[in-house]
């Protein structure tokens, strides 16, 4: 039976900066954001957007047109939930009108959260004949204003419809996996602001990467040259590149060739979104999809999650007859062409405009109401969601 992704939805806020202003205005030579980190812009989330909203606005999108009686399971993956307890996915399941006969709940390991989801929501299929499977990767990335993560922030969702028979692209049972408790990234509970050893975190990264890469040559017998493209998690566009490199050798010049080519579209939409962390690898799918004319039915693609903590997995997956007309050449670029550009000191003010992390009552700002729905504010301790009407 062939299991994979059916339908793709992605969200990120109407809202961004450029990276050279922000560079010029924490006193840094511009090309290193551009070049050396390789980052254009940066979505910015107003308090009214979490994971709730923007999984949800992603998940409308994936669920267009799906037969919802066949639905059994919602998974939402995020690393920055909006509850210690309550899963953020049954806010979703009531903001969308989900049948109440299914498993809803949230999972969370770091960024490789979104590739647990699709994992469990691919073998919940094979179990159920017939059912389908909602995985929704949504995530906020915050390190602070002015610390060395700020250039790496960004802020979306992308949701994936797992069925029998998909249309887009068909996830191959062939994952090879490492896991160690490393600190290279977390968030202590009191804090929506991610801590990292940079430095650490990119040598693991790419040590997670050859490690399952070396298991899954091993175990599969392929190469390089059986990979239309090499999809990656992007905390920043650089990171893939960087993890590309230390294997490309192994490629004829011409598949090397190829190789850069997919992988300079893979990155279009994260050089101006920035980290979404548990859809991060996701959001490299979908502008691979929509900005690749080259790829075919058939193609096998070569996807590596990493999530700090760490997990690492990689596996393939094989692109459907239909794949076209399920995701557009494109598609998206109104999503980020509508979007508004703010002024340095704009963000600024709305990054410190954030939910209270204590029980008093909060009203987000209804001038920065935005997307199909919204977190109006906290009242009693309990956040208020609704469509944006
Ligand atoms: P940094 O210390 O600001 O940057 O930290 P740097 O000094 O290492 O410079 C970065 C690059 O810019 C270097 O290139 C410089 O040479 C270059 P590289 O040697 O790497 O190829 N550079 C320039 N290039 C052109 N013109 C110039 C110029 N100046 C310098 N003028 C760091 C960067 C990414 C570490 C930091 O932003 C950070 O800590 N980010 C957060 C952590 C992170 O994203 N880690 C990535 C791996 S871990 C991961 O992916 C998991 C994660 O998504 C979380 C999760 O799993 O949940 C983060």
Known sequence: MTIGIDQLGLYTPPFFIDLRELATARGVEPDKYTIGIGQDQQAVAPSSQDVVTMGA????????????????????????????SKAGALYI????GLPASMRVFELKE??????????????????????????????????GLATGGEVTQGAG?????????????????????????????????????????GKYSTEQYIAFFDE????????????????????????????GLKALKTVLAEATPAAQERLLAQYQASIQ????????????LYLG??????????????????????????????????????FRQAVPLHGHAPLLAQRKQLA?????????????????DYQSEPAWFAGPFVMSGVTGQERQYRAND
């Open 93 to 96: 399941h009531r903001l969308l």
């Open 212 to 239: 399952v890469w070396a298991t899954y040559r091993e175990k599969t017998g392929r190469t390089l040259a059986d990979h239309a493209a090499m999809l990656f998690h992007l905390p920043y566009t650089k990171m």
């Open 57 to 84: 606005a992603a998940a409308k999108e994936a669920l267009a047109g799906q037969d919802l009686s066949k639905l059994g399971l919602l998974i939402l993956a995020t690393e920055s939930g909006v509850d210690a």
């Open 269 to 280: 939409y994260s050089r101006r979104i920035g980290n979404i962390y548990t859809g991060s």
């Open 344 to 360: 340095i000191a704009t963000y600024e003010q709305l990054f410190a405009d954030s939910w209270p992390n204590d029980p008093s």
């Open 157 to 197: 969702a992308v949701a994936m419809v797992v069925a029998e028979a998909p249309r887009i692209l068909a996830v191959n049972d062939d994952s090879a996996l490492h896991a160690d408790d490393i600190q290279d990234f977390w968030r202590p509970m009191y804090t929506d602001q991610a801590l990292a050893r």
């Open 285 to 322: 799918l979908v502008s691979l999809l929509e900005n690749s004319e080259t790829l075919a039915a058939g193609d096998r693609l070569g996807l590596f999650s990493y999530g700090s903590g760490a997990v690492g997995e990689f596996f393939s997956a094989t692109l459907q007859p239909q």
């Open 110 to 143: 770091a960024c490789y959260g979104g590739t647990a989801g699709l994992m469990m929501a691919r073998d919940y299929v094979a179990a159920h004949p017939g059912k389908t499977a909602l995985v929704i990767a949504s995530d906020i990335a915050r390190y």
